[in-house]
């Protein structure tokens, strides 16, 4: 052996790890790939053994580029890569082991692993066949034996290969869940979505779906899920239908309120008391909040400015009564005429009763 080689160890996560020479025939095992670097040659050795898993193999093509950029003293002219059993004589040299020793302690390593490997290859179909079946917690469980076997054998990177496959699966279980928790939620809202819109309350359905969007539309692309879609194009159908339907009667309503307000006449209680208990239904449809806010609002004031006159007119009729008790009866009749013209008796303004 070569007395200053320098020797790495790949780690699943890319790193590496040096190994001491001493202990350099221990790691020529089935799942390991080492590094073997010559100062004088600067030749750099990348020996794979047979059953190094795909998640290792995928980091070799960045191995020399790794150890440059970790080890600048290392000068790499040339890399060499090297399956196990196709060890050229010049590597066995430089390694300091016997091609017949090499190939006995690797053989020896596959006759008594050869049970566990099989095994493991056997666990290994289930998991695939139960991942493909969408049966995510049976494809967890065996991935969990297979954990145990490869830690048995010193194996990290199917150990690791199989802890990104269970998160993996717990992610699609849990996406799974979601998806039959929408699915659910979907078939009953939508039944009682087409309830709400039989009896006009459109708010209501409204409402509905936009719950079950605001609470998944962050975890969850609604629009791929079928029921979902369907709930969704009625509520957008409804609010299209209602937005064509309600706009002259929204536009009328607004129409009559600045005309009322605009108007040099004397508040007209009946024309408004009509008009308020006309809309009064007419305006839980809405799906326009603003309108029914200002509905609303001079239902208010209908009501104070109601309130303020019927106060008035009992204030002025208390003090005309008392003028008539005590024999003042043109100031009895001075107030009642400030009461007429209050109430306005004619054809054109009516109270509201």
Same mark, same amino acid.
């Given at each position: 052996?070569?007395?200053?080689?320098?020797?790495?160890?790949?780690?699943?996560?890319?790193?590496?790890?040096?190994?001491?020479?001493?202990?350099?025939?221990?790691?020529?095992?089935?799942?390991?790939?080492?590094?073997?670097?010559?100062?004088?040659?600067?030749?750099?050795?990348?020996? &794979?053994?047979?059953?190094?898993?795909?998640?290792?193999?995928?980091?070799?093509?960045?191995?020399?580029? +790794?150890? +440059?950029?970790?080890?600048?003293?290392?000068?790499?002219?040339?890399?060499?890569?090297?399956?196990?059993?196709?060890?050229?004589?010049?590597?066995?040299?430089?390694?300091?082991?016997?091609?017949?020793?090499?190939?006995?302690?690797?053989?020896?390593?596959?006759?008594?692993?050869?049970?566990?490997?099989?095994? &493991?290859?056997?666990?290994?179909?289930?998991?695939?066949?139960?991942?493909?079946?969408?049966?995510?917690?049976?494809?967890?469980?065996? +991935?969990?034996?297979?954990?145990?076997?490869?830690?048995?054998?010193?194996?990290?990177?199917?150990?690791?290969?199989?802890?990104?496959?269970?998160?993996?699966?717990?992610?699609?279980?849990?996406?799974?869940?979601?998806?039959?928790?929408?699915?659910?939620?979907?078939?009953? +809202?939508?039944? /009682?979505?087409?309830?709400?819109? #039989?009896?006009? #309350?459109?708010?209501?359905?409204?409402?509905?779906?936009? $719950?079950? /969007?605001?609470?998944?539309? @962050?975890?969850?692309?609604?629009?791929?899920?079928?029921?979902?879609?369907?709930?969704?194009?009625?509520?957008?159908?409804?609010?299209?239908?209602?937005?064509?339907?309600?706009?002259?009667?929204?536009?009328?309503?607004?129409?009559?309120?600045?005309?009322?307000?605009?108007?040099?006449?004397?508040?007209?209680?009946?024309?408004?008391?009509?008009?308020?208990?006309?809309?009064?239904?007419?305006?839980?449809?809405?799906?326009?909040?603003?309108?029914?806010?200002?509905?609303?609002?001079? @239902?208010?004031?209908?009501?104070? &400015?109601?309130?303020?006159?019927?106060?008035?007119?009992?204030?002025?009729?208390?003090?005309?009564?008392?003028?008539?008790?005590?024999?003042?009866?043109?100031?009895?009749?001075?107030?009642?005429?400030?009461?007429?013209? /209050?109430? $306005?008796?004619?054809?054109?303004?009516?109270?509201?009763?």
């Amino acid at each position: 052996m070569s007395s200053n080689i320098i020797i790495f160890k790949l780690n699943y996560s890319g790193s590496f790890e040096e190994v001491a020479q001493e202990s350099l025939v221990d790691n020529f095992t089935l799942f390991n790939v080492l590094t073997i670097y010559v100062p004088h040659q600067k030749h750099m050795y990348i020996w &794979i053994g047979k059953r190094v898993s795909q998640s290792l193999k995928s980091h070799i093509p960045q191995i020399r580029s +790794a150890i +440059a950029r970790e080890h600048p003293e290392l000068q790499i002219l040339r890399n060499i890569t090297i399956e196990s059993g196709l060890e050229p004589p010049e590597f066995l040299e430089i390694i300091g082991i016997e091609e017949n020793i090499l190939k006995s302690n690797i053989k020896e390593l596959e006759i008594k692993l050869l049970p566990v490997l099989s095994e &493991i290859n056997r666990l290994k179909s289930q998991v695939d066949h139960y991942f493909i079946s969408n049966r995510y917690e049976e494809a967890i469980m065996i +991935a969990q034996k297979i954990i145990t076997l490869a830690k048995g054998i010193n194996d990290d990177s199917l150990e690791q290969d199989q802890i990104n496959f269970i998160i993996e699966a717990r992610s699609r279980a849990r996406a799974t869940e979601i998806l039959q928790e929408i699915e659910t939620l979907c078939k009953e +809202a939508t039944m /009682k979505f087409d309830q709400f819109v #039989k009896v006009e #309350k459109y708010q209501n359905a409204h409402k509905l779906v936009g $719950d079950i /969007k605001q609470k998944y539309e @962050n975890k969850y692309d609604l629009s791929t899920i079928p029921l979902a879609q369907q709930l969704l194009l009625k509520d957008e159908n409804m609010v299209y239908r209602l937005k064509i339907e309600q706009e002259p009667i929204i536009k009328g309503i607004e129409n009559f309120l600045s005309s009322f307000e605009k108007s040099s006449d004397k508040y007209n209680f009946k024309e408004m008391k009509d008009f308020l208990e006309r809309k009064r239904n007419v305006s839980q449809h809405f799906l326009d909040d603003k309108i029914k806010f200002k509905l609303e609002q001079e @239902n208010d004031r209908y009501h104070r &400015i109601r309130e303020d006159l019927v106060n008035e007119v009992s204030q002025l009729s208390s003090v005309a009564i008392k003028n008539m008790d005590s024999g003042e009866l043109s100031k009895s009749l001075e107030i009642f005429e400030k009461i007429v013209q /209050k109430l $306005d008796f004619d054809d054109k303004y009516r109270k509201g009763e």
